[in-house]
């Protein structure tokens, strides 16, 4: 069974801080890594996706890729009241038309 | 601009009653899905359809079912109604390999 594994928090950072979310998968195969970010009553959006070990940056955003380790993770840099949300993690298998695998989500904070 | 519309918004049936939740897209996407999310339960996978013309069972399918009417349409059909099917139901789509999925507003159902 493949499981996408997330602590569910509250994650608590001071607004301006770094807040750092993590997420391990257990498919070594899988190649494509999403984080989504669902405020509370909304559907899930996407913010970042990595296909490739290493970090990708978009704005305040940065996704981290260790495929060796089976750990991506989501930096968000100066972190502001409205980045509180859950931040969900997908993973999607080596075949690449199969559905994702969510994680239950880390539940953030930010505090004014 | 819609992306993926999912209609009811809310709905409220009682035990024993059948519904259809509709969902369409018009992203061109190959690929559509359905979820429910339960608090604590993270997203589950009900059905998908990888393809038009084609369905399979997700991790929780029992209670439900499925029609991929066309490219853009596919409806969760509920035939007989419990009280566990209480959620909130959310239609995905996604395009080509590797692609992340994009989410419709969600259906919020009751079954009293």
């Known amino acids: 069974q493949k499981e996408v594994e997330q602590n569910s928090g509250p994650l608590s950072v001071p607004e301006g801080a770094i807040a750092s979310l993590n997420c391990t998968y257990s498919d070594r195969g899988s190649q494509s890594f999403f984080w989504y970010r669902q405020y509370s009553g909304k559907s899930p959006e996407l913010i970042m996706f990595?296909?490739?070990?290493g970090d990708k940056e978009d704005g305040r955003f940065t996704a981290q890729l260790n495929k060796a380790s089976q750990y991506v993770s989501l930096l968000i840099r100066d972190s502001q009241p409205s980045d509180s949300a859950t931040y969900l993690c997908?993973?999607?298998?080596?075949?690449?038309?199969?559905?994702?695998?969510f994680g239950k989500g880390t539940r953030l904070s930010v505090i004014a | 601009n819609a992306g993926v519309t999912q209609t009811p918004k809310f709905q409220v049936l009682k035990t024993g009653q059948s519904m259809t939740l509709q969902c369409a897209q018009d992203m061109n996407h190959n690929s559509m899905y359905w979820y429910r999310q339960d608090p604590g339960m993270g997203l589950r996978l009900i059905y998908y359809?990888?393809?038009?013309?084609?369905?399979d069972k997700g991790e929780v399918p029992n209670g439900y079912n499925v029609s991929r009417l066309n490219k853009r349409e596919f409806s969760l059909r509920l035939e007989s109604a419990a009280p566990s099917q209480t959620s909130v139901y959310f239609c995905?789509?996604?395009?080509?390999?590797?692609?992340?999925?994009?989410f419709g507003d969600g259906t919020r159902l009751s079954i009293l």
């Open positions: 995905a789509s996604s395009g080509q390999d590797y692609q992340p999925q994009h």
């Open positions: 997908a993973v999607m298998g080596s075949s690449g038309n199969t559905p994702l695998v």
């Open positions: 359809s990888a393809s038009e013309g084609t369905t």
């Open positions: 990595i296909y490739s070990n």
